[in-house]
Every structure is written in structure tokens, then in C-alpha cells.
């Protein structure tokens, strides 16, 4: 006899049942889980690599970098001070030096005013002698000495009054080189060291911010890291679901050939049973997960974006300063100094020669003036000698002991003077200068060491700006599409819905199963091949539960009778 509906049809020995749904899921579930498993493994890259710019950032953040920056903040902080120090000095030291050589030219203008009248003396002295009768030889010789002497000291002082006037042009030139030297230290260099220093400063000032930050961004993404790797673990499943709903496809294939209808009854209960529990613990445990990705997906996201406002957007990272700019112009502005310097070397070393041209004058003008006091002691002699005819020359020695009073006066001060500039010179022109010239390398070196330090730590904030934005996009790019896949795959489990059914209809046009099983039964022989097959216990629980663990012994059917009659023959 066959039973025929619309949608399905039992015969004594099975059922037609479309696997083709089954058939379905099984190989989706292998491609599901293989790409959701190798999206969260891409993750997974991503995240280390994220965190590994966290340990970057911590190292270049961290205490050490702190140190390092504020040692390199105070080491720029006091060169520049010494080096506002350093032109404070020069500058007082070539004002100093402007007032000595001052002294110095009007101690020369003034032992020249004597000289001039020494010369208006020996020709007045000249007009005396002539006009004594008879002429006088001590007179004559007298006034050839004192010509002679004029003579010498007017070429004398020619030379220093040269080297006095080349002097006060050089003290010009160096006294505006100093001016412009100054304005560009103050006006240009320290004000590109300030910015530097604020620059530096405001790194300082924000590290520690950016540290705490990036401890919060770590532990975030830490967190993240954990539940990732722990749904790939949890999608190690993916090979064991794909053999239960194998072994499940084998059930319902076994149920085409069952010795008769309660054991087909019991075939299609244990598919249900199977499908069922598959279905359920696939669903709930995919459902987790999906839910997991999607939490992931949400938290990674808004940790990722407050970390790029603040990496990127830069609301509470290091800003202001363009320190490239800064330390460009720093360059420029030194480059003017070195020049700068480089014309006081040559200002003050022609100083200095001059100087010494006069200095090496020095003993002559000394002997000019031992000469004048000499020759008015050699006047009253003569004087006292000529008697009356002598009283026209007296005044003339009168005028001669006032020069010579006059003259060591002069030298005198000529030579404080003269010692005064040598060692004015000497510090401006060798100490000053060089000590200019450090402190503006000592400068030099400190920006740059500022520079480096700033430039590095926004280098690394910069990249991991960049890095975090990178990641922005690309871990949602991994997660999302694992979590689509995932929850594609909990919707598909809902095509087996209509076989479902259809193995429940044909369940109910037969009659219940034979339980418990005998041993040595068909049945019995292929629920045991079944159940040896399943690979998980979830399947050996629901198989026991509706079988049951026991079976019933043989039956045996009693032997017939003896009739009475075959008895009397044999007894």
C-alpha cells in the first residue's frame, strides 16, 4: 500500500526528503566561518599592530622622553640667557672702549696743540737768535735742537692723529655692527628661541596628556584585542557544526531505506531531534557572537574616533608653532650673527693694529717730551748766560717749562689711556668676540636639539594620527563584514524551515516507534551505526534521549505443544 499527499509521499521503506536545503547550509557553513574566521584573524594583525604603536607611543611619550625634553628645554632656556648675558657684555665692553679711544683723541689733540706751539716757539726762538749782535752760538744750537724736535714730533704725531682718525672710523663701523648685531639677537634669534622654547614647552605640557590618552586608547583596544581573539577561538566550531549537520544529512539519507514504518517513524524523530539541537545551539551560539561583533564593531569605533579627534584634530594635542619654520629662520637669523661677528674680528683687529701703531709711538712721544723739558732748562741757561741780551729768549723758556709741565701731563694721561684701550681691545676684539661666537653655537646646537626632540615626538604623534585613521577604516572593514557574514548565516539556518515541516507532516501519517529497540534488530543495528557517528556529545545526548540507552532482549517465540499422540508413541 502507498500513502500519497501533495507535497510528500511515504512508502512502507521511506520518505522523499529534499536535502538540498541541507545540502546548502553544510557548505555554507565551511565558506561562513573559514571568511569570518579570516576577517578576525586580519583583525587581529591590525589590533597588534595598534598595539605595537601603543608601545611606541608610551616609549616616546613615557618619562625617559619627558627628561629628555625638559633637559633639552633648560639647556636652550640657558644658553640663550648666556648668550643675552654675553651681548650685554660686549656690548657695555665696546662702549667702554668708544670712551677710552675718546680719551685717547683728545689726549692726542692736545699734546698736538703743544707741538703746534712748541714749532710757533723754535721760529720765534729762530727770529731772536738772528737778531743778537754778535750772533750767539749756544742760541743758534739751541734753535736748531728745538726745530728739529718740532720737526720730529709734527711727523710723529701725523702718523698717531692717521691711526686716531682710521680708529674712530673703525669704532663707527663696529659701534653700528654691535647696534645690528644686538637688534638681531634681540628682535630676531631670542625671539625665534622664545617660540621655540613654547613650542617645547607646550609639548611638555600636553605629553602627559598624551600619555594618559593613549594608556585609555590601549586599554580600550586591548579589550577589543581579547573579545576578537576570543570569537575566533569560538569559530574553531565552524569544522565541528559542518560535521553535525553531515551527520545529520546521513540521518534523513538513512531514513529512505528503514525496514518498515515505526523504525522510518523513529528515523525522521531522531532528524528533527538532531536538526533541531543543531539548529538551536548553532543559532544561540552565532547569535553571541554576532552580537559580540556588533558591540566590538561600536565600542572599537568610538574609541577610535576620539582617538583620532585627538591625534588628528589635534583639540588637545601639541598645536601653535610651525617648528620647522621656527628653526629655518633660527638658521637665517644665526647665519646673520656669524656674519655680524665675522666683521667685528675685522673691525676690532684693524683696531687693534692701529693701536699698536700708536703704542709703538709711545716712546717717542715720551723722548718729544723729555726733548721739551730739556730744552727749557737748556733756554734758562742760555738766559742766565746772555745777561739783558738774554730777556727776549727768557720768555721763551718761560713758555717751553709751561709746555714741558704741560707735555708729561699729557703723555701721562696718553698713556693710561693707550693701557686702558690695549686692554679694552683685547676683550672686546679676542674674549668677547669668541665668546659670542660659542654662545651662538652653544645656541645653535641646543635648537637643534629642541628642534629633533619636537620634530620626533610629532613625528610620533603625527603617525599615529595616521595610523589610527588607517585603522578606522580597515578594522570595521574585518569585523563588519564577519559579523554580516554570521548573521547571513543564523538567517539561512531558516531554509530548512519548510523540510522541517515536511518531515513532521510525514511524521504524523505513521505509527509511533518500537521502543525499546531489540537487540539484533535492523533498526537497532542502524541507530547503533548512527551513533557511533556522531562526533559531539550534544548529538550522543539527544540520540540517548529519545532512544534510550537500554535495549530489549530477543524474542523468542515459544516452541509448540507436544500433541498427546506423539507423546504415547515415544513413551
Not at 24 to 48: K, M, N, Q, S, Y
Not at 220 to 231: I, N
Not at 234 to 245: E, H, P, T, Y
Not at 388 to 402: P, T
Request: aromatic residues 2%.
Amino acid at each position: 500500500m502507498t500513502l500519497i499527499t501533495q507535497d510528500f509521499a511515504v512508502t512502507p521503506r521511506g520518505v522523499d526528503i529534499d536535502l538540498r536545503p541541507l545540502d546548502t547550509i553544510i557548505a555554507a557553513t565551511e565558506t561562513t566561518f573559514v571568511a569570518a574566521g579570516d576577517h578576525l584573524d586580519r583583525a587581529v594583525a591590525i589590533l597588534r599592530g595598534l598595539q605595537g604603536l601603543f608601545m611606541r607611543l608610551e616609549s616616546g611619550l613615557g618619562p625617559d622622553s619627558g627628561r629628555a625634553l625638559a633637559g633639552t628645554a633648560d639647556a636652550l632656556q640657558a644658553d640663550a640667557e648666556n648668550l643675552a648675558a654675553s651681548v650685554t657684555t660686549f656690548v657695555g665692553r665696546t662702549d667702554g672702549l668708544g670712551v677710552a679711544i675718546l680719551r685717547m683723541n683728545r689726549d692726542i689733540t692736545d699734546l698736538d696743540r703743544v707741538v703746534r706751539t712748541i714749532v710757533t716757539l723754535s721760529i720765534t726762538a729762530r727770529v731772536i737768535g738772528h737778531a743778537m749782535s754778535p750772533p750767539q752760538a749756544k742760541v743758534a744750537s739751541f734753535v736748531e735742537n728745538l726745530s728739529r724736535m718740532a720737526v720730529e714730533a709734527e711727523d710723529v704725531l701725523t702718523g698717531v692723529k692717521q691711526a686716531t682718525a682710521d680708529i674712530r672710523a673703525d669704532m663707527t663701523e663696529l659701534t653700528e655692527t654691535v647696534e645690528r648685531l644686538h637688534g638681531t639677537l634681540t628682535r630676531d634669534v631670542f625671539a625665534a628661541l622664545r617660540r621655540i622654547h613654547q613650542a617645547g614647552q607646550s609639548i611638555q605640557d600636553n605629553r602627559e596628556a598624551l600619555l594618559a590618552a593613549n594608556l585609555v586608547f590601549a586599554g580600550q583596544m586591548d579589550r577589543t584585542f581579547a573579545e576578537v581573539s576570543r570569537l575566533i577561538m569560538a569559530l574553531q566550531v565552524g569544522d565541528s557544526v559542518r560535521q553535525r549537520f553531515g551527520r545529520i544529512r546521513v540521518t534523513m539519507d538513512r531514513c529512505r531505506n528503514m525496514p518498515d514504518a515505526p523504525s522510518l517513524a523513529l528515523g525522521l524523530e531522531l532528524s528533527l531531534a538532531l536538526t533541531d539541537g543543531a539548529r538551536a545551539e548553532v543559532t544561540s551560539e552565532m547569535t553571541s557572537a554576532v552580537s559580540a561583533l556588533s558591540d566590538i564593531s561600536v565600542s572599537s569605533g568610538q574609541a577610535l574616533h576620539t582617538a583620532r579627534e585627538f591625534y588628528v584634530g589635534g583639540n588637545r594635542g601639541p598645536a601653535g608653532v610651525d617648528i620647522a619654520t621656527e628653526a629655518t629662520a633660527l638658521t637665517a637669523h644665526l647665519k646673520e650673527v656669524e656674519v655680524l661677528l665675522a666683521a667685528l674680528r675685522l673691525r676690532t683687529e684693524h683696531v687693534v693694529e692701529r693701536l699698536q701703531h700708536i703704542l709703538g709711538q709711545e716712546r717717542t712721544l715720551r723722548q718729544i717730551a723729555q726733548k721739551v723739558r730739556l730744552a727749557g732748562v737748556n733756554a734758562v741757561v742760555i738766559c742766565t748766560h746772555l745777561g739783558r741780551q738774554g730777556n727776549a729768549l727768557r720768555e721763551v723758556a718761560q713758555w717751553l717749562r709751561g709746555l714741558t709741565d704741560e707735555a708729561d701731563e699729557i703723555t701721562g694721561q696718553l698713556q693710561g689711556s693707550l693701557d686702558e684701550s690695549r686692554a679694552l681691545i683685547a676683550e672686546v676684539g679676542t674674549a668677547s668676540v669668541e665668546e659670542l661666537s660659542g654662545g651662538t653655537q652653544r645656541v645653535v646646537q641646543s635648537g637643534s636639539d629642541m628642534k629633533q626632540r619636537i620634530q620626533d615626538i610629532r613625528s610620533l604623534v603625527a603617525e599615529a594620527g595616521a595610523e589610527i585613521s588607517r585603522i578606522s577604516v580597515s578594522l570595521p572593514g574585518q569585523i563588519d563584514p564577519a559579523r554580516r557574514g554570521l548573521s547571513d548565516y543564523v538567517g539561512r539556518l531558516s531554509s530548512l524551515d519548510g523540510t522541517l515541516r515536511t518531515i513532521r507532516l510525514q511524521r504524523t501519517m505513521l505509527p509511533p516507534p518500537d521502543l525499546p529497540l531489540y537487540v539484533g534488530s535492523d533498526i537497532e543495528a542502524i541507530m547503533a551505526e548512527l551513533r557511533r557517528g556522531y562526533t559531539m556529545e550534544a548529538e550522543r545526548r539527544i540520540h540517548d534521549a529519545l532512544i534510550g540507552n537500554e535495549v530489549a532482549p530477543v524474542a523468542v517465540e515459544a516452541p509448540a505443544a507436544a500433541s498427546a499422540d506423539l507423546d504415547d508413541i515415544l513413551f
